[in-house]
């Protein structure tokens, strides 16, 4: 199922931005989902994540404190609120969920079965 990424853009450092990815159809009602990025040259890397009920999340060190991961039951879109950015936080963000997994958050990639075409975030110095 195609997710689709969005929110993403130019902002200069300190600045703020609000990523989104609907994930809609029960089929993602009790799911973890998840943000990772992708700097240039580097690898893909977690950012956050968040079980069904939205309880307890879990971030990266490099975000946490800047980023607030949410999400709303009723249209299965989980969020990304960063705050506070940085230019190390330039990179492609891409929206992922476990479809068979409720409650487990996972920082691994290979974790999660579908994945949403990224959005760019560029932060300026």
């Known amino acids: 199922v195609q997710l689709q990424a969005s929110g993403g853009g130019l902002v200069q450092a300190g600045g703020s931005l609000r990523l989104s990815c609907p994930a809609p159809?029960?089929?993602?009602?009790?799911?973890?989902m998840a943000w990772f990025r992708q700097p240039p040259g580097k690898e893909r890397e977690f950012v956050a994540a968040?079980?069904?009920?939205?309880?307890?999340?879990d971030y990266a060190d490099s975000v946490k404190g800047r980023s607030t991961i949410s999400r709303d039951s009723a249209t299965n879109t989980v969020y990304l609120q960063m705050d506070r950015l940085r230019p190390e936080d330039t990179a492609v963000y891409y929206c992922?969920?476990?479809?068979?997994?409720?409650?487990?958050?996972?920082?691994?990639?290979?974790?999660?079965?579908?994945w949403g075409q990224g959005t760019q975030v560029t932060v300026s110095s």
């Open positions: 992922a969920v476990d479809l068979f997994n409720s409650g487990t958050l996972y920082r691994d990639a290979r974790k999660y079965t579908s």
């Open positions: 968040i079980n069904w009920s939205g309880s307890s999340p």
């Open positions: 159809g029960r089929t993602f009602s009790r799911t973890v």
